[in-house]
């Protein structure tokens, strides 16, 4: 179906185990330029050890991973952001007490060695208009709201120059107005020509917003595709029988 299109991840038989635990279990996929790709499951499924090792928090125990053409299974995370992996995390705030604008910069400067400290200020109030914080500029971070943070968390990740975006659940803990945002939000970063893979539960988001839906069940891949074909495969529709989260409309 993407024939011809430029690879930007490629995962290749990706495997994590803890001790006797397959928490990720021969996990394949290819998420292509410009693509909005989900990674959906039941609680339990894999999902964040999945984007653990994409991010190079954790090695896989086998397999292979591919940045736009460059194998990357063993590389640091330092080396990943520079080759263009950005990621946002849900709850990891590192730098509470510095000023918000502060925090993004820190951002830009570690993306981007090199980058002098009034370049990386001017980038980080840029990315702050961006994602609707410039008022917040000098706030301290631990007075933001939820809503704020992750667009601070965005923001921060964006402003190591990614061409592809990372992110973990940011919508959790929305009120549905501020989900809707933050969906116009992750839309305007693919617009701006950054491929995003993101892990969420809410089933409307996913619907909304992801070109390709990658479902996990017991670390496997179970099905991917469209969000209707993912939601109608019988093995998807089994692995949400009975789980708190449904697979909802
Ligand atoms: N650091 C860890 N040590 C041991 N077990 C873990 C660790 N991280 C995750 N697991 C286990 O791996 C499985 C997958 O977890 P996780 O990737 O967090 O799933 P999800 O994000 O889909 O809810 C779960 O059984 C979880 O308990
Ligand atoms: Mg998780």
């Not at 736009?68 to 590389?75: E, K, N, R, S, V």
């Not at 995370?77 to 992996?85: D, K, N, S």
């Not at 667009?151 to 919508?171: F, G, I, Q, Y």
Request: charged share 25%.
């Amino acid at each position: 179906m993407s024939a011809g299109l430029e690879v930007v991840l490629r995962a290749e038989r990706l495997s994590k185990s803890f001790g006797g635990l397959k928490a990720v279990q021969n996990v394949s996929f290819t998420h292509y330029a410009g693509e909005i790709l989900a990674v959906i499951g039941p609680n339990g499924a894999g999902k964040t050890t999945l984007l653990n090792l994409l991010s190079g928090v954790y090695r896989p125990s086998s397999g292979r991973l591919e940045l736009l053409g460059q194998d990357i299974t063993h590389a640091p995370m330092e080396r990943r952001c520079h080759a263009g992996l950005g990621r946002a995390f849900q709850v990891v705030r590192p730098f509470p007490e510095m000023t918000v604008l502060e925090n993004v910069t820190v951002g830009a400067l570690f993306g981007m060695p090199g980058t002098r400290l009034p370049e990386a200020r001017e980038r980080a109030y840029d990315l702050l208009e961006r994602t609707g914080l410039a008022d917040q500029a000098d706030r301290a971070a631990h007075e933001l709201t939820l809503l704020q943070d992750k667009r601070m968390e965005v923001a921060r990740a964006l402003a190591t120059h990614p061409r592809v975006l990372l992110l973990d659940e940011v919508m959790a803990g929305l009120r549905p107005g501020e989900a809707a945002e933050a969906v116009e939000l992750v839309r305007s970063v693919r617009d701006g020509g950054i491929s995003v893979l993101f892990i969420e539960h809410i089933m409307p988001v996913v619907r909304d917003l992801a070109d390709r839906v990658v479902v996990m069940d017991g670390g496997e891949v179970i099905a991917t595709g469209s969000y209707r074909e993912v939601t109608a495969h019988p093995q998807v529709v089994t692995a949400y029988l009975g789980t708190e989260e449904g697979l909802g409309a």
